[in-house]
Protein backbone atom coordinates (compact mmCIF):
# COMPACT_ATOMS: atom_id res chain seq x y z
CA UNK A 1 0.00 0.00 0.00
CA UNK A 2 1.12 3.33 -0.99
CA UNK A 3 1.10 5.87 2.05
CA UNK A 4 0.55 9.29 0.58
CA UNK A 5 0.33 12.76 2.37
CA UNK A 6 0.62 15.37 -0.23
CA UNK A 7 -2.33 16.15 -1.88
CA UNK A 8 -0.36 16.58 -5.44
CA UNK A 9 1.69 13.51 -5.13
CA UNK A 10 -1.97 11.51 -4.74
CA UNK A 11 -3.72 13.49 -7.53
CA UNK A 12 -0.57 12.59 -9.77
CA UNK A 13 -0.52 8.86 -8.99
CA UNK A 14 -4.32 8.68 -9.81
CA UNK A 15 -4.03 10.90 -13.24
CA UNK A 16 -1.48 8.10 -14.08
CA UNK A 17 -4.36 5.34 -12.95
CA UNK A 18 -7.20 7.10 -14.99
CA UNK A 19 -4.80 7.10 -17.83
CA UNK A 20 -4.08 3.67 -17.59
CA UNK A 21 -8.08 2.97 -17.47
CA UNK A 22 -7.96 1.99 -13.95
CA UNK A 23 -11.08 2.11 -11.74
CA UNK A 24 -11.13 4.25 -8.83
CA UNK A 25 -13.08 3.62 -5.49
CA UNK A 26 -12.77 5.80 -2.37
CA UNK A 27 -13.63 5.21 0.98
CA UNK A 28 -13.25 8.42 3.22
CA UNK A 29 -12.18 7.72 6.62
CA UNK A 30 -11.45 9.49 10.16
CA UNK A 31 -9.26 6.35 11.24
CA UNK A 32 -9.71 4.24 14.19
CA UNK A 33 -10.90 2.03 11.33
CA UNK A 34 -13.41 -0.71 12.48
CA UNK A 35 -14.51 -3.82 10.53
CA UNK A 36 -17.47 -1.53 9.53
CA UNK A 37 -14.67 0.75 7.59
CA UNK A 38 -12.92 -2.53 6.51
CA UNK A 39 -15.98 -3.90 4.79
CA UNK A 40 -16.47 -0.36 2.70
CA UNK A 41 -13.08 -1.48 1.48
CA UNK A 42 -13.96 -4.77 0.73
CA UNK A 43 -16.79 -3.59 -0.95
CA UNK A 44 -14.75 -1.03 -3.09
CA UNK A 45 -12.28 -3.69 -3.71
CA UNK A 46 -14.80 -6.04 -5.64
CA UNK A 47 -15.66 -3.29 -7.29
CA UNK A 48 -12.81 -1.29 -8.05
CA UNK A 49 -8.67 -1.60 -9.45
CA UNK A 50 -7.53 0.91 -7.22
CA UNK A 51 -8.66 1.24 -3.99
CA UNK A 52 -8.04 4.84 -1.75
CA UNK A 53 -8.86 5.18 1.86
CA UNK A 54 -8.69 8.36 3.71
CA UNK A 55 -7.73 9.02 7.16
CA UNK A 56 -8.38 12.82 8.22
CA UNK A 57 -9.75 13.57 11.31
CA UNK A 58 -11.95 16.79 10.21
CA UNK A 59 -11.76 19.33 12.44
CA UNK A 60 -14.23 21.65 10.58
CA UNK A 61 -17.08 19.01 11.23
CA UNK A 62 -16.42 19.17 14.81
CA UNK A 63 -18.90 21.38 16.88
CA UNK A 64 -18.03 20.06 20.24
CA UNK A 65 -14.42 20.48 20.56
CA UNK A 66 -14.23 18.10 23.76
CA UNK A 67 -15.50 15.32 21.03
CA UNK A 68 -12.99 16.50 18.48
CA UNK A 69 -9.53 16.36 21.29
CA UNK A 70 -10.55 12.61 22.59
CA UNK A 71 -11.46 11.33 19.10
CA UNK A 72 -9.48 7.93 19.08
CA UNK A 73 -6.13 7.60 16.95
CA UNK A 74 -4.69 4.14 16.22
CA UNK A 75 -2.59 4.47 13.06
CA UNK A 76 -0.04 1.86 13.27
CA UNK A 77 -3.21 -0.46 13.37
CA UNK A 78 -5.30 1.42 10.53
CA UNK A 79 -2.15 0.74 8.06
CA UNK A 80 -1.70 -2.94 9.78
CA UNK A 81 -5.27 -3.49 9.11
CA UNK A 82 -5.68 -1.69 5.65
CA UNK A 83 -2.61 -3.51 3.80
CA UNK A 84 -4.30 -6.92 5.38
CA UNK A 85 -7.89 -6.08 3.83
CA UNK A 86 -5.52 -5.20 0.13
CA UNK A 87 -6.17 -1.20 0.11
CA UNK A 88 -3.72 -0.01 -2.37
CA UNK A 89 -3.43 3.72 -1.61
CA UNK A 90 -4.30 5.44 2.02
CA UNK A 91 -4.27 9.17 1.70
CA UNK A 92 -2.79 10.52 5.20
CA UNK A 93 -3.19 14.48 4.53
CA UNK A 94 -1.97 17.19 7.34
CA UNK A 95 -5.08 19.74 8.16
CA UNK A 96 -2.73 22.53 6.16
CA UNK A 97 -3.18 20.08 2.92
CA UNK A 98 -7.01 20.10 3.43
CA UNK A 99 -7.42 23.30 4.26
CA UNK A 100 -4.43 25.38 2.75
CA UNK A 101 -6.16 28.83 4.31
CA UNK A 102 -6.60 27.02 7.88
CA UNK A 103 -9.41 26.10 9.27
CA UNK A 104 -10.92 28.94 9.40
CA UNK A 105 -10.20 30.64 6.22
CA UNK A 106 -12.14 31.03 3.21
CA UNK A 107 -14.99 29.04 4.24
CA UNK A 108 -17.99 28.65 1.80
CA UNK A 109 -21.37 27.78 2.00
CA UNK A 110 -22.90 24.86 0.90
CA UNK A 111 -26.75 24.84 0.40
CA UNK A 112 -28.31 21.74 1.92
CA UNK A 113 -31.72 23.25 2.82
CA UNK A 114 -34.15 21.17 4.60
CA UNK A 115 -31.27 18.21 5.27
CA UNK A 116 -29.24 20.67 7.30
CA UNK A 117 -32.40 21.68 9.79
CA UNK A 118 -33.32 18.13 11.43
CA UNK A 119 -31.37 14.98 12.91
CA UNK A 120 -27.78 15.62 13.15
CA UNK A 121 -28.06 18.98 11.40
CA UNK A 122 -30.35 19.97 14.02
CA UNK A 123 -28.28 19.16 17.03
CA UNK A 124 -24.73 19.73 15.95
CA UNK A 125 -24.96 22.74 14.01
CA UNK A 126 -22.57 23.25 11.51
CA UNK A 127 -21.53 19.79 11.39
CA UNK A 128 -22.68 18.61 7.91
CA UNK A 129 -21.04 22.11 6.20
CA UNK A 130 -17.99 20.93 7.99
CA UNK A 131 -18.63 17.60 6.27
CA UNK A 132 -19.47 19.30 2.68
CA UNK A 133 -15.91 21.16 3.09
CA UNK A 134 -14.01 18.23 3.19
CA UNK A 135 -15.62 15.79 0.70
CA UNK A 136 -15.61 18.73 -1.45
CA UNK A 137 -11.68 18.81 -1.11
CA UNK A 138 -10.96 15.50 -1.07
CA UNK A 139 -13.23 14.61 -3.84
CA UNK A 140 -11.20 17.49 -5.71
CA UNK A 141 -8.11 15.58 -5.22
CA UNK A 142 -9.33 12.01 -5.10
CA UNK A 143 -11.45 12.21 -8.27
CA UNK A 144 -12.68 8.73 -7.68
CA UNK A 145 -15.63 6.52 -10.11
CA UNK A 146 -17.03 5.12 -6.95
CA UNK A 147 -17.34 6.39 -3.39
CA UNK A 148 -18.29 4.14 -0.49
CA UNK A 149 -19.79 5.56 2.53
CA UNK A 150 -21.71 3.42 5.63
CA UNK A 151 -25.67 3.47 6.11
CA UNK A 152 -24.92 3.92 9.64
CA UNK A 153 -24.35 7.78 8.90
CA UNK A 154 -27.51 7.59 7.08
CA UNK A 155 -28.13 11.15 6.75
CA UNK A 156 -24.75 12.06 6.00
CA UNK A 157 -25.05 9.59 2.64
CA UNK A 158 -27.74 11.98 2.15
CA UNK A 159 -25.77 14.94 2.33
CA UNK A 160 -23.03 13.62 0.26
CA UNK A 161 -25.14 12.99 -2.46
CA UNK A 162 -26.75 16.71 -2.33
CA UNK A 163 -22.96 18.20 -1.90
CA UNK A 164 -21.92 15.82 -5.22
CA UNK A 165 -24.80 17.45 -7.36
CA UNK A 166 -23.39 20.90 -5.66
CA UNK A 167 -20.18 20.21 -7.28
CA UNK A 168 -20.62 18.27 -10.17
CA UNK A 169 -18.93 15.31 -8.17
CA UNK A 170 -18.67 12.46 -11.55
CA UNK A 171 -18.86 9.54 -8.56
CA UNK A 172 -21.42 7.02 -7.82
CA UNK A 173 -22.54 6.53 -4.42
CA UNK A 174 -22.43 3.38 -2.79
CA UNK A 175 -24.49 2.85 0.76
CA UNK A 176 -23.11 0.31 2.90
CA UNK A 177 -25.12 -2.11 5.75
CA UNK A 178 -23.91 -1.18 9.18
CA UNK A 179 -21.33 -3.69 10.71
CA UNK A 180 -22.84 -4.34 14.16
CA UNK A 181 -21.20 -6.44 17.16
CA UNK A 182 -22.52 -9.36 18.42
CA UNK A 183 -24.76 -7.84 20.50
CA UNK A 184 -26.38 -5.19 18.25
CA UNK A 185 -24.05 -2.56 19.18
CA UNK A 186 -23.16 -0.47 15.74
CA UNK A 187 -19.11 -0.58 15.39
CA UNK A 188 -18.22 2.96 15.76
CA UNK A 189 -14.97 4.45 16.62
CA UNK A 190 -16.67 6.35 19.50
CA UNK A 191 -17.40 3.08 21.04
CA UNK A 192 -13.33 2.60 22.12
CA UNK A 193 -14.37 5.67 24.54
CA UNK A 194 -16.82 3.72 26.72
CA UNK A 195 -16.39 1.91 29.74
CA UNK A 196 -16.76 -1.59 30.49
CA UNK A 197 -20.39 -0.50 31.57
CA UNK A 198 -21.18 2.00 29.16
CA UNK A 199 -20.48 -0.49 26.59
CA UNK A 200 -23.04 -2.82 28.13
CA UNK A 201 -25.23 -0.33 27.86
CA UNK A 202 -24.95 0.94 24.59
CA UNK A 203 -27.08 -1.28 23.25
CA UNK A 204 -29.86 0.27 24.12
CA UNK A 205 -30.10 2.03 20.77
CA UNK A 206 -30.17 -1.22 18.82
CA UNK A 207 -32.82 -2.17 21.12
CA UNK A 208 -34.61 0.62 21.11
CA UNK A 209 -34.69 0.71 16.75
CA UNK A 210 -35.32 -3.26 17.18
CA UNK A 211 -38.93 -2.35 19.38
CA UNK A 212 -39.75 -0.05 16.49
CA UNK A 213 -38.84 -2.31 14.08
CA UNK A 214 -40.87 -5.11 15.53
CA UNK A 215 -43.90 -3.02 16.90
CA UNK A 216 -44.39 -0.27 14.24
CA UNK A 217 -48.37 -0.12 13.03
CA UNK A 218 -49.63 2.34 10.67
CA UNK A 219 -51.12 5.30 12.34
CA UNK A 220 -49.84 8.03 15.11
CA UNK A 221 -46.01 6.98 16.07
CA UNK A 222 -46.29 8.93 19.37
CA UNK A 223 -46.91 6.41 21.59
CA UNK A 224 -44.25 3.67 19.91
CA UNK A 225 -41.29 6.50 20.37
CA UNK A 226 -42.20 7.29 23.70
CA UNK A 227 -41.90 3.29 24.39
CA UNK A 228 -38.74 3.77 22.15
CA UNK A 229 -37.14 6.15 24.23
CA UNK A 230 -37.90 4.56 27.15
CA UNK A 231 -35.45 1.54 26.08
CA UNK A 232 -32.75 4.09 25.54
CA UNK A 233 -33.37 5.86 29.01
CA UNK A 234 -33.75 2.22 31.08
CA UNK A 235 -30.20 1.96 29.73
CA UNK A 236 -28.87 5.70 30.77
CA UNK A 237 -28.81 6.64 27.10
CA UNK A 238 -29.74 10.08 27.20
CA UNK A 239 -31.20 10.78 23.66
CA UNK A 240 -30.77 13.82 21.55
CA UNK A 241 -33.24 12.23 18.73
CA UNK A 242 -35.21 9.71 18.64
CA UNK A 243 -37.18 9.94 15.24
CA UNK A 244 -38.96 7.95 12.26
CA UNK A 245 -38.75 9.58 8.65
CA UNK A 246 -39.39 9.07 5.29
CA UNK A 247 -36.29 6.79 3.31
CA UNK A 248 -35.96 9.23 0.75
CA UNK A 249 -36.33 12.67 1.72
CA UNK A 250 -36.04 12.34 5.67
CA UNK A 251 -39.56 14.36 6.02
CA UNK A 252 -39.98 13.49 10.07
CA UNK A 253 -43.37 11.34 10.55
CA UNK A 254 -45.82 12.21 13.17
CA UNK A 255 -48.39 9.43 11.49
CA UNK A 256 -47.12 6.96 9.13
CA UNK A 257 -49.31 5.39 6.22
CA UNK A 258 -47.74 1.69 6.21
CA UNK A 259 -46.91 2.09 2.66
CA UNK A 260 -44.12 4.76 2.41
CA UNK A 261 -40.73 3.42 3.36
CA UNK A 262 -39.37 4.95 6.38
CA UNK A 263 -36.47 4.58 8.79
CA UNK A 264 -36.05 5.02 12.09
CA UNK A 265 -32.65 7.26 13.46
CA UNK A 266 -31.37 7.72 16.97
CA UNK A 267 -28.70 10.08 18.20
CA UNK A 268 -27.71 9.58 22.03
CA UNK A 269 -25.32 10.34 24.89
CA UNK A 270 -23.82 7.49 26.98
CA UNK A 271 -21.83 9.05 29.57
CA UNK A 272 -19.99 12.37 27.40
CA UNK A 273 -20.28 10.00 24.06
CA UNK A 274 -22.71 10.73 21.26
CA UNK A 275 -23.71 7.80 19.67
CA UNK A 276 -26.30 7.44 16.60
CA UNK A 277 -27.53 4.67 14.90
CA UNK A 278 -30.73 3.90 12.29
CA UNK A 279 -32.73 1.22 10.61
CA UNK A 280 -34.77 0.93 7.80
CA UNK A 281 -38.23 -0.08 8.75
CA UNK A 282 -40.35 -2.80 6.86
CA UNK A 283 -41.66 -1.80 3.60
CA UNK A 284 -45.28 -2.49 2.87
CA UNK A 285 -47.16 -2.81 6.12
CA UNK A 286 -47.93 -6.47 6.66
CA UNK A 287 -47.64 -7.13 10.39
CA UNK A 288 -44.72 -7.57 13.02
CA UNK A 289 -43.40 -10.57 11.47
CA UNK A 290 -40.12 -8.49 10.26
P1 LIG B 1 -15.91 7.70 10.10
O1 LIG B 1 -14.50 7.26 10.20
O2 LIG B 1 -16.70 7.52 11.33
O3 LIG B 1 -16.03 9.08 9.48
O4 LIG B 1 -16.60 6.71 9.05
C1 LIG B 1 -16.09 6.52 7.76
C2 LIG B 1 -17.11 5.75 6.95
O5 LIG B 1 -17.33 4.47 7.55
C3 LIG B 1 -18.46 6.47 6.87
O6 LIG B 1 -18.99 6.35 5.56
C4 LIG B 1 -19.27 5.69 7.88
O7 LIG B 1 -20.67 5.73 7.63
C5 LIG B 1 -18.73 4.29 7.70
N1 LIG B 1 -19.02 3.48 8.89
C6 LIG B 1 -18.89 3.86 10.19
N2 LIG B 1 -19.32 2.89 11.00
C7 LIG B 1 -19.73 1.86 10.22
C8 LIG B 1 -20.28 0.56 10.47
N3 LIG B 1 -20.51 0.12 11.71
N4 LIG B 1 -20.59 -0.23 9.41
C9 LIG B 1 -20.37 0.21 8.14
N5 LIG B 1 -19.85 1.42 7.83
C10 LIG B 1 -19.54 2.24 8.86
Same mark, same amino acid.
Given at each position: ????? #?????????????????????????? &???????????????????????????????????????????????? /??????????????????????????????????????????? /? *???????????????????????? /?????? /??????????????? @? *? &????????? *?????? @???? *??????????????????????????????????????????????????????? @????? #???????????????????????????????????? @?????
Amino acid at each position: MFIIK #LAKDVERYLQKQRLKGNIIGFVPTMG &ALHRGHLSLIEASKKENSITVCSIFINPAQFNDSEDFQKYPVTLDKDI /YELEKTGCEVLFLPSVSEIYPDGVEGNVPVYDLGYLETILEGK /Y *RPGHFQGVCRVMDRLMHIIDPHHL /YLGQKD /YQQCMVITKLLSLID @A *R &ARIHVCTTL *REPDGL @AMSS *RNMRLNEEERKLATGLYESLTFIKQNIQPGPLSNLLKEARKILEQKKLVPDYIEI @ATVDT #LSLLDDWDGQTKIIALIAAFMGNVRLIDNMILPFNF @AGNEN
